[in-house]
């Protein structure tokens, strides 16, 4: 299902509107990212159709979000930058392996959807909407939200170069107010 | 579910026998005994070692098979540990490389905490549950003709990746204690790899 509501303010200016995913595919791919792995979200479907009709980028679907930091960190090893698509949700998921990411020092680029924080109407999705910016903190991963399709490209290219040239490991998070309330 | 086997075969003469003649093999190891293990078959730069993340051996294994796949990235871990990541098993199923070979030393047990029986104590077969994955070799090995036999055919290209359960004693030995630094293992095996290190 669709999701994904472009409600960029230059659109309303009378602009063309952002297409912020593949904005985001670009920078990436510019950014020699050879390694996507995913939890599917909605708000992150259109980068994942993107990068999965790219014979260039080895994707990989995950069972639980986890997964995705040892990925990430294997393919650094072997000299690849890989990016890990998921919701808030699935940070919760992810603590204890992100030890791994902080404690070698490995460059890690998550990009998190946010849920349980604007217009949501599933109260289950609240306590971790609520612990995604703090848990992350508290485990030494820096993040950095945008509220915004244009700070959201900005704030990626940012980030890449945080992770990948500074060895940090960064969160971007997308704010839910960016992605749209979800149909049903 | 099937009837616990408990191993017999000892895990340090196991590990020394695969990593024979490892030519370019690159090896990931799972916290605890197997990181040990595969210390005292004798340090070298292609080894990573885990000492926490637990649940990550195997994952790390295909990230790093993923990015070089001319390499043989072998994953030597613990049945504790891979049942942790047990979904990782779906995963690496479906990404299927051919270059990745995990290897669960499987006693049993927790040694680490004291000799708790583990989920492969009590009756998991964890390489039927590889195999239902489409794992394209998952074997059980109990005696010493099937570990030659598993140390041949680990060289061998494969057409997708493979699971070895290595029927091992429950048993605590003396630790043999690799690096504990992180960044140092990591930076150490990229510059194995040619990759410079910033």
Redesign the interface.
Known sequence: MRTIAIDDRAGAAGVEPLDWPKELYRVLKQHDV??MSYVPDAGHSRLIELFLADADV?S?????E??G????????????R?VLLMQSSGVGNCI??L??AT????PLLMLVTMRGEWAEFNPWQVPMGLATEPALAAIGVRTLRADTPADLVETVRSAVTLAY?A?QQVAVIISQRLLGTKQW | MVTPVIGSLERRAVVARLLRDRDGLLVVTGLGSPSYDVHAAGDHDGNFYLWGAMGAAALVGLGLAQAKPDRTVMVVTGDGEQLMGLGGLATIAIAAPANLVIVVLDNGHYGETGMQRSHTGLGIDLASIARAAGFAGAVTVTEQAGLESAAQSIRERASGPRLYVVKVRPENLPRSLPPRDGVHLKNRLRTHLGFVVA
Do not use: P, Y
């Open positions: 050879r390694q080895v990989n679907l995950l069972t639980t986890e997964e930091v040892a990925i990430a960190a294997g393919a650094w090893l072997g000299g690849q890989s204890n392996m030890s791994l404690i070698g020092r490995f040239d060895d």
